[in-house]
């Protein structure tokens, strides 16, 4: 996958016996919408100066002021 946002939607069935951990390579990556973490995927960089995420929310939508929602169950690591 190019962006977290696709690799995140591609995971439908994830639960407390079914984990995902997406890892993401250095590079700066771009999102042009909010994320919502989902439970029990984890996400997992490639340090925090080599794994950059960009967010260029143009959209209204995103009213909370947040470009990641957070979930339960979830493990957050090396990213700027």
Known sequence: ???LSQALD?????SSVHRYLIKI???NYT???QITLKPFVNIEGSGSENTIINFGI???AADTGSAILLSNNINLSPIW
Do not use: A, H, M, V
Request: aromatic content about 6%; hydrophobic content about 20%.
């Open 58 to 60: 143009k959209d209204s």
């Open 10 to 14: 591609s995971i439908n069935d994830n």
């Open 25 to 27: 390579q250095p590079g």
């Open 31 to 33: 999102e042009t919408n």
């Open 1 to 3: 996958f190019r962006l």
